[in-house]
């Protein structure tokens, strides 16, 4: 059983990785961070995360060297227990990479895995319900103690990716929400300013708001241009009568 020591830094670690409302979140330094919260507290040589960015994989890693699990991860073209996880969506459960199985399995990462002091490995998939959106991988040294099942440690790494799917997931739903609310704000300060220009013009001109707006909209079709920019140059007083009426009169 953890002691509480170990038990406070899992509850740091998860409260840090499902926040992530930040403006300037990036998620490959995002994923980096959580691999480096793996390599902490599963006792791992390095951890490394492929998941999906724009269309097309890419690789976060943590523990030092930084280049030894960026080598793992990019080694699994051919095969490994990211993209055995990444394929099926469920976890691969511990395997020793001393056995003769892996080394047929997954021949290219393992042989890579072995010349690099890694004795064991173990994948899980970061998802957000029904959405696999990556894959944490795990490399364990050779020299670390060795369980057969190691069945919590493969609970914890899960949790750890479940924490990072929450905070992938909150992240993105935030930033459409903040690009929704951004576009209605701009939608009404445009509204108000097509009501503004309307009103200035049916005063200056003593017509009705409707005769206004068509004024607007006739000259904003003949120049190409948008409402709200039009309306912007009434307000601000930079279009004459002569050049918005486009030789419309009112007939009174």
């Keep these: 059983m953890r002691d509480r020591t170990s038990e406070l830094r899992l509850a740091q670690v998860l409260v840090e990785t499902t926040n992530t409302l930040d403006d300037d979140f990036d998620p ?56 055995e996880s990444l394929g099926t969506g469920r976890p691969v459960p511990p395997v020793r990479l001393t056995e003769d199985e892996p080394a047929a399995r997954w021949p290219e990462f393992t042989a890579l895995a072995r010349r690099h002091g890694i004795g064991a490995t173990y994948a899980v998939p970061v998802r957000q319900r029904e959405k696999l959106l990556g894959a944490l991988n795990v490399f364990v040294p050779e020299a670390a103690p060795w369980s057969p099942c190691a069945d919590g440690e493969l609970r914890l790494a899960q949790a750890i990716a479940d924490a990072a799917a929450v905070g992938l997931h909150n992240h993105r739903a935030y930033t459409r929400y903040r690009t929704l609310a951004t576009q209605l704000q701009g939608a009404l300060t445009s509204r108000i300013r097509i009501e503004q220009a309307k009103g200035i013009l049916a005063e200056r001109w003593h017509t009705g708001m409707d005769e206004a707006f068509d004024a607007l909209r006739r000259y904003a079709r003949r120049e190409r241009l948008v409402m709200d920019v039009v309306a912007t140059e009434v307000i601000k007083g930079s279009l004459d009568d002569t050049t918005l009426r486009g030789g419309w009169s009112d007939p009174s």
């Design 28 to 83: 490959e330094h995002y994923l980096g961070r959580v691999a480096g919260h793996c390599v902490e507290l599963l006792d791992a040589s390095a951890t490394g995360v492929i998941f999906d960015s724009a269309g097309s994989p890419s690789f976060a890693v943590g523990g030092h060297p930084h280049d030894l699990a960026l080598g793992l991860l990019s080694a699994q073209q051919n095969g490994g227990p990211c993209v």
